[in-house]
């Protein structure tokens, strides 16, 4: 099959970039004709106000990469689509609602010739906004299905279209290989905090819990402030923590991810919501176990209990439990033991399956 994904690649940084130019690679080998539609210009600052784009590629870039997409270029959307109507399928990779005027004029050049899918990171932002769901239905009433990486978020979008909505868990697309030595003895006394840094993803409860929990342990809190920094240095004061916490904002190059697991006991993702997350399985490619809140796919990721710890999500108690509980005489290192990388060699033969099949859908 002819499969074009529109969607950002290299230089754009992130799990979105990761994801289309790892899934391109997948087609690949699987035996497909595939390119990526990308940008030049994908945001206008004032809509994404951190680091865009980096000077060096992590992982493989896909060489049948095309950039261009223009947020300034209405008109560049409508070639974009004219020009892909031999396709087989095209898979529109959704990350944000501000894509769906783009997204809008790609399918007013396609003229409906070919099959669209519309892969959702997110159904719906975590932090909306009053046109996000006028945006997303009317771009999901246009597709042909919607391809979602968890069940409430395949309830999200059946409540925005009635086109075929498919699930797939979202495997592995890790920018980076792990360290030859990861280490296995011993405990850090150290909780690594890691990925862009917004409301939703809970860091404050985690700093309320880290003041309530074990003595001695610090936390490291690596990655893009969305609204700057000064709001969590002011609660780092309030709570006494400033000799605990070592903040390190701005965006985290591949090259640093390495030093930064190998020296934490456990990476602490304390979201209020979710859905579907790379860092639970990138931990577990360092040999790191995870305690996680019970939203999205965390659940399903982590063995509670055997590669780290699951606790209830928004709650500062439940948080300073599962740190005590995970600081408890010889759980790090037993925890830790238990941790295995997981094969996603599978996970992307049926992601792959999933996504192919709705070139035949009706």
């Given at each position: 099959m002819k499969i074009a994904i529109v969607g950002p690649a290299f230089p754009y940084k992130g799990g979105g970039a990761h994801h289309t130019t790892e899934l391109a690679h997948r087609l690949a080998a699987a035996g497909h004709a595939a390119v990526i539609e990308s940008w030049r210009a994908q945001y206008p600052s004032f809509l994404y106000p951190g680091q865009q784009t980096i000077s060096e590629p992590e992982g493989e870039p896909f060489p049948g990469t095309r950039r261009r997409l223009d947020w300034r270029r209405p008109d560049g959307w409508w070639r974009t689509g004219r020009d892909l109507r031999s396709y087989d399928l095209v898979v529109l990779a959704v990350l944000s609602p501000?894509?769906?005027?783009?997204?809008?004029?790609?399918?007013?050049?396609?003229r409906r010739r070919t099959k669209v899918v519309a892969l959702c990171h997110n159904v719906l932002p975590h932090e909306r906004k009053p046109y996000d769901v006028p945006l997303m239905k009317r771009l999901l009433r246009k597709v042909d299905g919607v391809l979602v990486h968890s069940g409430q978020q395949a309830g999200l979008a059946r409540g925005l279209t009635s086109r075929p909505v498919s699930v797939a868990e979202m495997p592995a697309h890790l920018p980076t290989a792990p360290a030859a030595d990861t280490g296995t003895a011993g405990r850090r006394d150290r909780l690594l905090f890691f990925g862009m840094i917004r409301p939703y993803k809970g860091l404050d409860v985690l700093l309320r819990a880290l003041a309530a929990g074990p003595d001695g342990v610090a936390l490291t809190?690596?990655?893009?402030?969305?609204?700057?920094?000064?709001?969590?240095?002011?609660?780092?004061?309030?709570l006494g923590l400033g000799d605990r916490v070592d903040l390190r904002p701005g965006y985290v190059p591949a090259a640093d991810v390495p030093e930064l697991f190998g020296a934490a006991d456990a990476l602490v993702l304390p979201y209020r919501t979710a859905t579907a997350s790379q860092n639970v399985w990138m931990a577990y490619e360092y040999g790191v176990p995870v305690i996680a809140t019970r939203v999205g796919g965390f659940a399903d990721q982590i063995r509670d209990g055997v590669d780290g710890i699951v606790c209830e999500p928004d709650d500062v108690g439940s948080l300073t439990d599962a740190l005590k509980r995970f600081y408890a005489e010889g759980e790090p290192e037993r925890l830790r033991a238990g941790v295995r990388p997981v094969d996603h060699a599978p996970l992307w033969d049926a992601y792959v399956e999933v996504l192919v099949n709705f070139s035949g859908s009706s």
């Open positions: 501000v894509q769906v005027p783009a997204y809008l004029g790609i399918l007013a050049g396609l809190v690596a990655g893009e402030f969305w609204g700057g920094v000064d709001g969590t240095r002011a609660l780092i004061g309030e």
